[in-house]
């Protein structure tokens, strides 16, 4: 059985950073593409960071890159994403999400992706 489950989120003044965790289970971490969505209220999910299966380097969205990392972590079949420089803007739920293959124009897709977690809210205050 599938499992994702997401810790780290809280509350961060701006300009702070904040580390959230992604814990596995049910499948060879290294096997799949990972990602984190994020939903602020009232608006659609949103793609932040992936990292395709077999391949270490990380897509990101333009209004993260440079200041969110995404990472994994095989031996602990956990995905990281330690964002830094936060705003206001950056306030939302934070999702995990799995799946065994996508093609990389799929990645920032949301329905693309069969797996995941319950979402960690992340609050920046201004």
């Known amino acids: 059985q599938v499992q994702l489950v997401e810790s780290g989120g809280g509350l961060v003044p701006a300009g702070g950073s904040l580390r959230l965790s992604c814990k596995a289970s049910g499948f060879t971490l290294n096997h799949y593409t990972l990602a984190w969505f994020r939903q602020a209220p009232g608006s659609e999910r949103e793609f932040v960071a992936a990292?395709?299966?077999?391949?270490?380097?990380?897509y990101y969205s333009n209004s993260v890159k440079g200041r969110f990392t995404m990472s994994r972590d095989n031996a602990k079949n956990t995905v990281y994403l330690q964002m830094s420089s936060l705003t206001a803007e950056d306030t939302a739920v934070y999702y995990c999400?799995?799946?065994?293959?996508?093609?990389?124009?799929?990645?920032?897709?949301?329905?693309?992706?069969?797996?995941w977690g319950q979402g960690t809210q992340v609050t920046v205050s201004s």
């Open positions: 990292s395709k299966r077999y391949n270490s380097n990380p």
């Open positions: 999400a799995a799946d065994s293959d996508l093609i990389t124009s799929s990645l920032r897709l949301s329905s693309q992706y069969d797996y």
